[in-house]
Structures are given as C-alpha cells and as structure tokens.
C-alpha cells in the first residue's frame, strides 16, 4: 500500500537544482496527498518563476511515478512566504545583510586562492577557470569568484549565461557541473556594456560576492583578480586574511617583472604565494617547441618567490578556442591539455 511516508522518502532523494540540497531538507515540499494511485505534491519555491521549475517538476514525477501503485503524479508550485523564506535562509547559515559585520572575515571555504598576475592578457583567467574546473573534477566542491569587475570573462568561459537566482538579498550563483559555482559581474551587465564603478562601490561588489552569495562549503574559492595590483586584492586581503596568492605569468621578462610586484604586494598584505604558473610557455609545430615570449620566466620568478613552479602550459589554438566557446579544455581538450591543469590542480591541492 502505497503511503506518504514512500512518497518523502523519494523526495528527500530529490535535489533542489540549485541549492543542492534535498527538497526535503529545504522545507519546499508544502504538501503530499494520494488519491488512490493519483500523488499531489504541492511544492513551494523559493522565488515565483523560478528557472528550475521545470527540472524540479520533472525529477518530482520520475521519481515518484516509479514508485509501486503511483498511477499519476501531479505536481503544483506555491511560493514561500517571507518567514519560510528566512527559515531557509537559516538553513542555508545565510545571515540578513543587516547582521553581517560588512568586514567580518568569510569562513565559507578551506582555502582561498586569489589568482594574480601582474598585467592583462598573460592569460589569468583562462589559467584560473581551468584550473577551477580541473580541481571541480577532482571531485573538490569548488567556487569561482570573478573579481575583475570590469573585464569580468568568466561567464564566457564557462558557457555560463543566465541571472543567478536571488533569495531576498542573497544571489545563487550559476553552476558549472555539480561541483563548481560562480559568480561574476557579467552576469548582471552585457559584455559589451561598460561597468563604471568608482573604488567604494568596487569595494561593496566585491565583499557582496564574499557575504551576500549562498556558495555551497566549499574545498577552494579561486579569485580571479584583475590585473596588477589595486585595490581589489588589498579588498581581499582585508575580507580573508588566510587568502593564498597563486601567479600566472607568461615567459616574458617584462611579464615576470610586473609579476614580481604581486609578490611584494603580497608580502604587504600578508597574502602567502602558493605558487607560479606559466602560461603561453611555448609553442609547439611539428615537434619542434618555439619559445614565442622567451624562455623559463616562471621558472626565474617561482625561484625569486621561494615557491614552486607549478606548471607549463602552451600556448595553443584549441586553449583559447575553448575560453571563447565556454569549453574549457581542463574538461572538454586533449588529453595532455587536461592532464596539464589536472597537474596544477593536484600540486594545490598537496599544499
Ligand atoms: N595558453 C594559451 N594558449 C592560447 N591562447 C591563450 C592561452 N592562454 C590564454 N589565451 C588567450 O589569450 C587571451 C587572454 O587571456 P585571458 O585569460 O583573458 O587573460 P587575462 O585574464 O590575463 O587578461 C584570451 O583570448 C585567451 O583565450
Ligand atoms: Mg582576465
């Protein structure tokens, strides 16, 4: 005899898409009741027309509908009231902005690692969401936080598109895969549209990413910083003292020179470098490598820092063909591609 209790059960197995967590534990199943063989389950939402609706839906009636004696299954969507919207919140160990000291250090991830570099183009954020998702597919929870305001390039290449969900005043971020999240400025402006923002708001956004985002309890926050040394990182600094600083440069000494002034800010705001990776290290046709921007800058600039090298990649169509497509190639490359990033993300995760 089919009864309430087998209906829970299953739905406690069901996800909420995006908050990863049972519908159950979330308080959205509002009501079961089964009429002869026919289940109606009125689920609440946490914001009306949410995007996921369907997918929840969808899970709900596979689910159910395999359950022995389910003839049908009917679901309805209601949406939480304010007070079950703050028990949520609750749950999810999400604070109201009006409680949170804005300068609290954030606690919400094991490690914290700015990604830093001392000029534009050297490839930081094509290094930093790679190794983002390599470390995602270690099965690492992972979240990505694109602190470059203004030359924000994360959603692209990710393939991320679409509005994080908003709780009251918390954002959700997108989700790339089960394991990575991210959130950036790209997803509230076009790419084409300049953000102009003056240092206190740049400030604000910044530390909203920290507070104000229900990131899952994450192994690694990776930063993607924006080039040289502003006002952002000394944000960061201020935000999580534990942050750790990882350096992409290119082989070019102009490049590692730039880079080395990362490290000195580095040392002025107490952030420990984990580490140098070259990007561009060279170019390689028909089995000959041609060191287009010289030759072994990372390899000098890890040595002047005291920190290791942690890896080489190549300067290479299909890289940059992958950023443009959001598909990165730590997932979709060749095999030497995604062992290249893998590599990186292992010697982080050692230290
Ligand atoms: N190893 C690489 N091989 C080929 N193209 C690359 C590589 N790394 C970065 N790129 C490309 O170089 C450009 C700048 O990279 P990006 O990651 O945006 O740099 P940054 O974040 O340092 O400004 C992008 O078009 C990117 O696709
Ligand atoms: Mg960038």
């Excluded at 609290?104 to 930093?128: E, Y």
């Excluded at 956004?205 to 993607?224: G, K, P, R």
């Excluded at 290479?316 to 997932?331: C, F, K, L, Q, Y």
Aim: net charge negative; glycine share 10%.
């Amino acid at each position: 005899m089919l009864s309430k209790d087998d209906v829970h059960k299953v739905l406690s197995g069901i996800d909420d898409p995006e908050l990863k967590r049972p519908l159950t534990d979330l308080d959205m199943v509002r009501s079961v009741d089964i009429d002869d063989g026919t289940v109606r389950i009125e689920i609440t939402l946490t914001v009306p027309g949410c995007p996921l609706k369907e997918k929840i839906s969808s899970d709900v009636r596979n689910g159910v509908g395999a359950l022995e004696g389910v003839k049908a299954v009917e679901v309805s969507f209601g949406v939480m009231t304010d007070a079950q919207r703050d028990n949520l919140k609750k749950k999810l160990g999400l604070k109201n902005s009006a409680g949170a000291a804005a300068d609290a250090p954030v606690s919400f991830a094991k490690r914290f690692i700015a990604v830093s570099s001392g000029k534009g183009g050297v490839g930081k954020s094509t290094c930093t969401a790679n190794i983002a998702v390599a470390l995602a597919k270690l099965g690492y929870k992972v979240g990505l936080l694109d602190a470059d305001v203004y030359g924000f390039s994360i959603p692209r290449m990710l393939g991320l598109t679409g509005q994080p969900t908003q709780i009251d005043d918390k954002l959700v971020p997108l989700r790339w895969g089960n394991n990575l999240q991210a959130v950036s400025m790209g997803f509230f402006v076009a790419e084409d549209e300049p953000v102009i923002w003056r240092g206190p708001l740049l400030h604000k956004a910044i530390t909203q990413f920290l507070t104000d985002v229900v990131w899952d309890e994450l192994d690694f926050l990776l930063l993607d910083l924006p080039p040289g040394t502003g006002d952002v990182t000394l944000t960061i600094a201020q935000a999580i003292p534990t942050a750790e600083l990882l350096v992409i440069t290119t082989p070019q000494a102009t490049a590692t020179h730039v880079a080395g002034r990362v490290a000195k800010l580095a040392e002025k705001t107490n952030l420990r470098v984990i580490g140098v990776v070259e990007n561009m290290a060279y170019f390689e046709s028909n089995g000959t490598k041609e060191y287009i921007f010289g030759r072994d800058g990372g390899k000098f600039l890890a040595e002047k820092l005291g920190v290791n090298l942690l890896g080489e990649i190549p300067l290479e169509t299909s890289i940059r063909e992958g950023s443009d497509d959001g598909h990165p190639v730590a997932d979709s490359g060749t095999n030497e591609q995604q062992a290249v990033f893998e590599g990186i993300a292992r010697r982080i995760v050692a230290m």
